[in-house]
């Protein structure tokens, strides 16, 4: 794929991209009169609010297909193991959402592709205010995605390297949130297995949101532990029974990788940093 070089090569591109109407279009055209470099030209469409830092990167690529089913692909918001989360929003509707796409990889494994659908499934069982809901899952052509509620906020651990370790009553407000959410879970079998600071949102209400249920598992179903496949979770928040490797583990493991959380939030830094 050709990286753009001029402006007028941008402009192609992004009209083929249908990334803004017609009217959005002339004025973004108008914005950057006198600009012939097509970075320049992206720079400043950006400061202007016509697309997003990710959007200008990819048209600037030579990338114009920004459309997944009903939904319009605005950002990238992240990475994880099972593939990338991006910020959308429904052509019609014009909700916002997040789209959890699954990576080529694991679509074309059906073992993967089943903990991927199972994922799905899990969360959609799910309905509490401080878990991030699931609308729904969807195919197109041989990507799978799962379509889900968008929070807009910042996580525990940027918040804490942002502001600074949180004062006592916050802190314990977030985590009593949070388990308040596990509870929720605990109580339908399912073990999250992956509580971390960086997979606690704080929307701009002061409500946690429990993301990342892609780590989950049901309870007593640990059959990836027992075949020797990576663990589980991250390392600095794990439960001892799930770093040794046992065989069963329940709820009490996501309870201490909560408390290892609210250390952090206290802190600054985990439990066990060396």
Known sequence: ???????????????????????????????VEGLD???????????DGFLTRWQAAQLLAGRSSFLLGKYKLLDLLGRGGMGR???????????????????????SNPAALERFLAEARA???????????????????ER???????????DLQQVVED??????PTAVEYIRQAADGLAHAHGRNLVHCDIKPS???????????????????????HDEVKDGAPLLGSVDYLA??????????????????????????LTGHAPFPE
Request: with cysteine; charged share 20%; aromatic share 8%.
């Open 199 to 221: 997979n606690l949102l704080v929307n701009r209400q002061g409500q946690v949101k429990i993301l990342d249920m892609g780590m989950a598992r049901l309870g007593g179903d």
């Open 123 to 141: 969360i959609a069982a799910l309905d509490h205010p401080a878990i991030v809901q699931a609308y729904s899952v969807d195919c197109e052509g």
């Open 163 to 168: 502001d600074g370790p949180l004062p006592w």
């Open 240 to 265: 001892p029974e799930q770093a040794l490797g046992a065989e069963t583990f329940d709820h009490r493991a996501d309870l201490y990788s909560l408390g290892c959380t609210l250390y952090f939030l």
């Open 37 to 47: 470099d097509a970075t320049q030209t992206a720079r400043q469409l950006v400061r």
């Open 144 to 154: 799978y995605y799962i379509v889900m509620e968008y929070v807009d906020g910042r």
């Open 85 to 107: 989360v991006f910020l959308g929003r429904h052509v019609t509707m014009q909700r916002h959402v997040a789209l959890k796409i699954v990576s080529r990889d694991i679509a």
């Open 1 to 31: 794929m050709m990286a753009i070089q001029s402006q007028e090569e941008f402009f192609s591109i992004l009209e083929k991209s249908n990334l803004l109407d017609a009217d959005q279009f002339l004025a973004a055209r108008q914005s």
